[in-house]
């Protein structure tokens, strides 16, 4: 099968930004619609990732072609080198092509990273979301993703940031095969990590609130990342993720600084 084509939105002047969002979320989900990186004076490209969005699928969905969409985003737009900021799937994209060709990433927003080797993906989930999805559309997602293991101050926001997700996608089953394959892909080993050689936030977030990507991951990367920033919400505060605004000014200060 031929290279899928991505749905992408190019907006804005400046020193280019390519935003990458996570599994079962769409280029809007990362700085939720949030404009203020433009305004900042950026070139703003955010795209929806094979199988996602209004994008093509693909044959594969491991990090291999994920980091290759990446490469192809960035060649098609005639960017040599740009700041790139990715939510978990995004974010280890962002960084496999950071690892691979530091020459082309100016700075990395790793944004609440999930892969890591003491954190073993609960695989029968993530089958039971895909076949969830496959089988029964966005109810069907919804109900495999079994929002009493929520919190309860989180329950309705995040069901309803899932029905909005799940529902922006034309090909479901797309993604359902994303959900199978993604999780099975490791982007890199964790070891690596110290060889990122780019200026570099990492924002994590608490875990009541986000228990899929744990605070503790965040804060490992942010060591093993030479001369990484930490960026956490305050206490019993929204997760930093969720608050496009807020992300877009931790971006704009990283990339001012490149």
């Not at 209004?54 to 490469?71: R, V």
């Not at 790793?110 to 559309?137: F, K, N, S």
């Not at 995040?158 to 199978?180: C, I, Y």
């Not at 744990?214 to 993720?241: H, M, N, Q």
Request: glycine share 10%.
């Amino acid at each position: 099968m031929p290279a899928p084509e991505l749905s992408i939105t190019d907006a804005g002047d400046g020193p280019p930004v390519v935003l990458l969002h996570g599994l079962t979320a769409t280029r809007r989900y990362v700085v939720m619609g949030s404009r203020a990186l433009e305004r900042a004076g950026h070139r703003v490209l955010a795209y929806d990732a094979r199988g996602h969005g209004e994008s093509g699928p693909g044959d594969a969905y491991d990090y291999d072609a994920l980091a290759a969409d990446l490469g192809t985003v960035l060649d098609v737009n005639g960017i040599e080198r740009a700041v790139l900021a990715g939510a978990s799937m995004g974010a280890h994209t962002a960084l496999k092509v950071a690892l691979a060709s530091p020459e082309r990433v100016a700075g990395l927003v790793v944004i609440t990273p999930a892969a890591h080797p003491d954190a073993e993906p609960d695989l029968d989930r993530w089958d039971r979301l895909a076949a969830g999805l496959r089988d029964g559309g966005v109810d069907g997602f919804v109900a495999a993703y079994d929002l009493s293991s929520v919190p309860e101050q989180w329950r309705e926001t995040t069901e309803k940031v899932l029905r909005q997700r799940l529902a922006a996608h034309v090909r479901p089953s797309a993604v359902a095969d994303a959900l199978e394959q993604v999780p099975r892909s490791t982007p890199y080993a964790v070891d690596e990590l110290a060889g990122v050689r780019c200026p570099t936030v990492v924002v994590a977030d608490r875990d009541e609130a986000d228990p899929g990507h744990p605070l503790w991951v965040g804060e490992d990367y942010a060591r093993r990342i030479p001369g990484a920033t930490l960026v956490v919400e305050a206490e019993d505060k929204s997760p930093l993720a969720w608050q496009g605004g807020q992300l877009s000014r931790v971006i704009a200060e990283l990339a001012g600084r490149t």
